[in-house]
C-alpha cells in the first residue's frame, strides 16, 4: 500500500518509459504502464512487482489507433489515484522530408503531438479540481534544431516544448506541475525503428543516466530540464531574448521597414 500519486507511463515497453517505471516503482509509486509491446511490460512489470511490491496495471495500447487512445483517456479520467502522467510514447522519422508519405506523415504526427496533448487534456481538469497532479511531456532538443535534418520530428517535438510551456502558464495556477524533458541523443530503440544506426553519432547519453537527470529536474519542479545542456544559463539567456523580441512586436502597424516607400526614399 502507498500514499504516494500512481504514475501512468506512455511509451512503457522499452527505453526512456521503461526507465522511467523502474524508477517510479522503486520510489514506491504504484504503476500503469501503456504501450503496444504487452509481452515485455508483463515481463518488465512481474519483476517491478516482486522486487518492489508496488501495485502494477500494464494496458495494452497503439496509442495512434482511436480506440486504445480513448481507453487510456478514460483511466486518466476515471482513475483518481493516477497523480503523474509521463507522456513518453513517441517515434522517430525516418528518412527525409521528402521521402514521407501520407501514412507516416499521420502516424508520426498521432503519436508524437496528438497523443500526448490529448492525455493531458484528459487528466487536467480532474487534477485542477484537485489542486495537485504532475504532467510530464518527453520532448527534444531537435525541437530547436532545425539543422539536424529531422524536420517533422523536429517541428512535433517543438509542439511538446510550447505545449508543456503553455499548460504551465494555464495549469500552473491551479497546482498542476508541467514539466519538458528535452534529451538529446539517448541510447533507446526509438533509433533502430526509424531505420538508423544509433553507433554512426559521436555521443549518446546513456538512457539511466537521463532519466535520473530528468528525474532530479522533476524533484526541483523545474518547468524545461535539458540533462544534456552543461550550462544552464543558455537556456535562461534564450528565454531572456525570446522576452526581448516579445517586447519590440507592436501589432498596431507594420515594422518602419515594410513600409511603403514615397519615390523620393526609393
Known amino acids: 500500500m502507498t500514499n504516494l500519486p500512481t504514475a501512468l507511463i506512455t511509451g512503457a515497453s522499452s527505453g526512456i518509459g521503461a526507465t522511467y517505471a523502474e524508477r517510479f516503482a522503486r520510489r514506491g509509486h504504484n504503476l500503469v504502464m501503456v504501450a503496444r509491446d504487452k509481452a515485455r511490460m508483463d515481463l518488465l512489470a512481474s519483476r517491478l512487482r516482486e522486487e518492489t511490491k508496488v501495485t502494477i496495471d500494464v494496458i495494452q495500447a497503439d496509442l495512434t489507433q482511436q480506440e486504445d487512445l480513448a481507453e487510456v483517456e478514460t483511466r486518466l479520467r476515471e482513475d483518481t489515484s493516477i497523480g503523474i502522467l509521463i507522456n513518453n510514447a513517441g517515434m522517430g522519422q525516418s528518412g527525409s522530408f521528402i521521402q514521407q508519405n501520407a501514412q507516416s506523415i499521420d502516424r508520426l504526427v498521432m503519436l508524437n503531438t496528438t ?3 490529448r492525455l493531458a487534456a484528459a487528466v487536467a481538469a480532474r487534477f485542477a479540481q484537485e489542486g495537485k497532479g504532475s504532467i510530464v511531456n518527453i520532448g527534444s532538443v531537435v ?8 524536420t517533422i520530428y523536429g517541428a512535433t517535438k517543438a509542439f511538446v516544448l510550447f505545449l508543456s510551456q503553455g499548460l504551465n502558464l494555464e495549469l500552473g495556477p491551479k497546482g498542476i506541475y508541467v514539466q519538458a ?3 538529446a541523443a539517448t541510447r533507446t530503440e526509438i533509433w533502430s525503428r526509424a531505420g538508423m544506426d544509433i553507433n554512426t553519432l559521436p555521443e549518446v547519453m546513456d538512457v539511466n543516466e537521463l532519466v535520473d537527470a530528468a528525474l532530479i529536474g522533476f524533484d526541483r519542479k523545474e518547468l524545461v530540464t535539458i540533462p544534456p545542456l552543461h550550462v544552464a544559463e543558455r ?11 516579445m517586447s519590440e512586436i507592436r501589432q498596431a502597424h507594420a515594422a518602419e521597414r515594410y513600409q511603403p516607400q514615397s519615390p523620393a526614399q526609393q
Open 115 to 117: 497523443a500526448p496533448t
Open 143 to 150: 525541437g530547436f534544431a532545425p539543422e539536424l535534418g529531422m
Open 181 to 183: 524533458v528535452l534529451p
Open 235 to 245: 537556456w535562461d539567456e534564450l528565454e531572456q531574448a525570446r522576452q526581448g523580441l
